[in-house]
């Protein structure tokens, strides 16, 4: 049984394309057939992220134009044999997405992959609420800092109210990553902990992803952060993250800072 | 204690929780949605537009979200004091 995956958030910038990137590689890495399919029509940038954008062909409109076949605008990722990219179109217009065109290549798509990793564009129109229709389990990712936390709340009714599996009755399997997180600043009171979004949100917490260099690098050459440097806190965090997406009863792995005793001093201090 | 002072004076983020709180308390029960606050301008002002002229120009509309209560404050200015046909 294949699985759809949405990757969201609202707000732009909290590293959802990054996400999409490094867990479609990890779960492909794990043996999984894999094809993640980029939403942002108009700011394509996943390609880039996966190193892929020097390949684009064909793209996901071509594909609901009927322009192209879907085996033709699917791009093979040549590090990982079972993963593949349908990168978003940079031209067309966003109205060319459609609801009958996307449900067409989702369920194409099941035919032949594990996972569909959609990476959506940030916002709340279109090109999101298509991205999130046919989900079974979305990803919110979310940076500690307050407009991530409430547009994230919005995202979350959304996906509560506007997909496939909600309109049915059905519940959508909700999952918290929450990104760009430092252990240091939040012992020290200055960042959102951990449990503050997890009280705040109310959904399940699959992962906390370190502020890392190694993201930023690992866009630099275009290879996911889990392909580049799969030892890296980034890395395994995503890893973790990928093996608890399939169900791997793993724990949490917390970003460990190696100011311990000011971890310990801050929690102290804001008590 | 000084050192205490100092990292009490820094701890933001208890500040971003409680208006995150407050905040997505009101925005999930619909009382942040602006057409409520038109639909209830609108009726409000049409109440007291029964008794008294209003000029729609001359109404200011505050509202105030806390926690535990919220605020809707309407100001409006009344062309002199209700005659006896208000009676």
Known sequence: ?271 | MKILDFLMRRSSAPVARDRLQILLAHERSGTGNAELINQLREEVLAVIAKHVSVDPEKVQIKMDRGSPISTLELEIEISGLPSAKAA
Request: charged content about 25%.
């Open chain 1, 1 to 271: 049984m294949s699985k759809v995956l949405v990757v969201t958030s609202g707000k732009g910038g909290v590293g959802k394309t990054t996400t999409a990137a490094a867990l479609s590689a990890a779960l492909a890495g794990e043996g999984k057939k894999v094809a993640v399919v980029d939403f942002d029509v108009g700011l394509r940038n996943l390609d880039l992220i996966m190193g892929a954008e020097r390949r684009v062909v064909f793209d996901l409109i071509d594909v609901i134009n009927g322009d192209a076949k879907l085996s033709q605008a699917l791009i093979k990722d040549k590090r990982i044999e079972t993963l593949s990219l349908l990168p978003a179109s940079q031209t067309r217009d966003k109205d060319a997405l459609t609801e009958d065109g996307v449900n067409g290549v989702i369920e194409e798509l099941k035919k032949s992959f594990d996972w569909i990793v959609c990476d959506s564009p940030a916002g709340i129109e279109r090109g999101a609420t298509l991205a999130m229709r046919h989900a079974d389990v979305a990803l919110v990712v979310t940076n500690p800092e307050i407009s991530s936390v409430r547009d994230s709340d919005r995202i979350i009714g959304l996906l509560d109210s506007k997909t496939l599996k909600a309109e049915t009755g059905g519940d959508i399997e909700k999952h918290l990553l929450l990104t760009r997180y430092d252990t240091r600043r939040a012992s020290r009171g200055e960042m959102l902990k951990v449990e503050d979004v997890l009280d705040i949100l109310s959904i399940p917490l699959l992962g906390v992803v370190p502020e890392s260099e190694d993201v930023l690098k690992a866009s630099n050459v275009g290879s996911p952060v889990t392909v580049s440097n799969p030892q890296s806190a980034a890395g395994m965090a995503y890893i973790t993250a990928a093996k608890r997406l399939e169900g791997a009863d793993l724990p949490l792995t917390a970003p460990t800072s190696r100011f311990g005793f000011l971890k310990f001093f801050g929690r102290r201090a804001a008590a």
